[in-house]
């Protein structure tokens, strides 16, 4: 007979390592003062898509003065695009929202895509070319 139970708790003890230091890369870097527009992140969140981006940025949505932008990070400038579920887009943008919202209405800062620390996201304004 073979004895699982010491082989499934070092896989289990493992597995909480690994969500214990996930969880401390989610957090928000609030930056700036621009409206915030919930609205944009529920779209976001119910898309059953994948929101793909590359190292120069994908505009996911926009909403007057504000947009949730996505942008791939990691070593090296030829980077392949990447995906997240649109979801995920949109629960890294809630964390934004919920970290870096002031009390006049205003909200900026990045965060990764949930589960996706080679997607960063960034709810701000637009530059001067609109993305």
Same mark, same amino acid.
């Given at each position: 007979?073979?004895? #699982?139970?010491? $082989? %499934?708790? !070092?896989? #289990? ?8 230091? !996930? ?14 527009? $919930? ?10 898509? @994948? /929101?793909?981006?590359?190292?120069? +940025?994908?505009?996911?949505?926009? /909403?007057?003065?504000? %947009?949730?932008?996505?942008?791939? %990070?990691?070593? =090296?400038?030829?980077? $392949?695009? %990447?995906?997240? $579920?649109? @979801? ?5 943008? =809630? ?19 949930? +589960?996706?620390?080679?997607?960063? #996201? ?10």
């Amino acid at each position: 007979m073979v004895n #699982l139970a010491a $082989p %499934i708790q !070092s896989l #289990l003890a493992a597995a909480s390592l690994a969500e214990a230091s !996930s969880l401390e890369t989610r957090t928000a870097d609030c930056r700036d003062d621009h409206p915030k527009d $919930p609205r944009r992140i529920n779209e976001l969140a119910a898309l059953d898509l @994948k /929101c793909v981006t590359n190292a120069i +940025g994908t505009v996911f949505r926009r /909403c007057g003065n504000t %947009i949730i932008v996505g942008m791939a %990070i990691g070593s =090296g400038a030829n980077l $392949p695009t %990447i995906s997240s $579920p649109c @979801k995920d887009v949109a629960r890294g943008a =809630g964390q934004i929202m919920d970290a870096c919202s002031r009390a006049d209405g205003t909200v900026m800062g990045q965060a990764p895509a949930w +589960g996706n620390g080679s997607m960063i #996201l960034s709810v701000r304004a637009p530059d001067q070319n609109g993305n």
